[in-house]
């Protein structure tokens, strides 16, 4: 039940050692994967993993730093952690029972804010009449988990914190690099319910999440987000799997 773990600092070396940190006695982490996307201050992972760094030449998206992330993966499962994630407890023991069930393909645990807020990190896909709806204030396509509620499946969970069984990741191909930092969470959930896997919450677990959000009201990072809103439509729309 071993894990590799792969985290990406974008010049986040305070956020990211902090996580490192939280890392201490996670004996479920078997290798540690730390990318350092651009030049960074150095990074403190715990004593005791195996530490594989990268030191990206040109800057990778999200998907593309989880991919090189992946390669030469031995180990059963495969976590993707921002930097900005804070694991009060141990989360692993938890999310790693879900994997009893053959069929799941990724669990992640009920995302808090800094002050316990649960955060709407579980959603049910995105399309063009549930975004209007969303728009209107009728409904924002979230499932509103609360904490210690049993663990469900849904339609797609974002990337800030997933725990991937290895075998599905590589089924699917893992991300799709052609994505720039937004919705690749959302199209590689829609990817695994079409090869067959079970995408589920666990809500039972928790992480925190200090959320840095500047980028929403950057011009070039909604052009992103509107590119990669297209593109997904473009894979999926009209060929959503059902849940």
């Given at each position: 039940?071993?894990?590799?773990?792969?985290?990406?600092?974008?010049?986040?070396?305070?956020?990211?050692?902090?996580?490192?940190q939280?890392?201490?006695?996670?004996?479920?982490?078997?290798?540690?994967?730390?990318?350092?996307?651009?030049?960074?201050?150095?990074?403190?992972?715990?004593?005791?993993?195996?530490?594989?760094?990268?030191?990206?030449?040109?800057?990778?998206?999200?998907?593309?730093?989880?991919?090189?992330?992946?390669?030469?993966?031995?180990q059963?499962?495969?976590?993707?952690?921002?930097?900005?994630?804070?694991?009060?407890?141990?989360?692993?023991?938890?999310?790693?029972?879900?994997?009893?069930?053959?069929?799941?393909?990724?669990?992640?645990?009920?995302?808090?804010?800094?002050?316990?807020?649960?955060?709407?990190?579980?959603?049910?896909?995105?399309?063009?009449?549930?975004?209007?709806?969303?728009?209107?204030g009728?409904?924002?396509?979230?499932?509103?988990?609360?904490?210690?509620?049993?663990?469900?499946?849904?339609?797609?969970?974002?990337?800030?914190?997933?725990?991937?069984?290895?075998?599905?990741?590589?089924?699917?191909?893992?991300?799709?690099?052609?994505?720039?930092?937004?919705?690749?969470?959302?199209?590689?959930?829609?990817?695994?319910?079409?090869s067959?896997?079970?995408v589920?919450?666990?809500?039972?677990?928790?992480?925190?999440?200090?959320?840095?959000?500047?980028?929403?009201?950057?011009?070039?990072?909604?052009?992103?987000?509107?590119?990669?809103?297209?593109?997904y439509f473009?894979?999926?729309?009209?060929?959503?799997?059902?849940?």
């Amino acid at each position: 039940m071993s894990i590799r773990l792969s985290m990406v600092s974008h010049g986040q070396a305070r956020l990211a050692n902090q996580f490192l940190q939280d890392l201490t006695g996670t004996h479920e982490v078997a290798e540690l994967v730390v990318t350092e996307n651009i030049p960074d201050a150095p990074m403190h992972p715990p004593p005791g993993l195996t530490v594989l760094a990268h030191h990206n030449p040109l800057p990778l998206g999200f998907a593309g730093n989880h991919n090189q992330a992946f390669e030469g993966c031995e180990q059963a499962f495969y976590c993707v952690a921002n930097p900005d994630i804070r694991l009060p407890i141990n989360p692993f023991p938890g999310l790693l029972a879900a994997m009893q069930d053959p069929t799941v393909g990724l669990v992640a645990p009920l995302v808090l804010g800094p002050a316990g807020q649960p955060e709407d990190n579980a959603r049910r896909f995105p399309t063009p009449w549930n975004l209007a709806q969303k728009l209107a204030g009728v409904n924002d396509g979230r499932y509103h988990l609360m904490p210690q509620s049993d663990a469900r499946p849904v339609e797609w969970v974002a990337g800030m914190f997933l725990l991937f069984r290895a075998q599905a990741f590589r089924d699917v191909g893992g991300f799709d690099a052609k994505f720039h930092l937004y919705y690749e969470d959302v199209d590689i959930c829609a990817r695994l319910w079409k090869s067959g896997w079970k995408v589920m919450c666990d809500p039972g677990v928790t992480v925190v999440h200090e959320a840095q959000r500047a980028s929403r009201h950057s011009f070039r990072y909604m052009r992103w987000h509107a590119a990669s809103m297209a593109r997904y439509f473009g894979k999926h729309l009209g060929r959503l799997p059902l849940v």
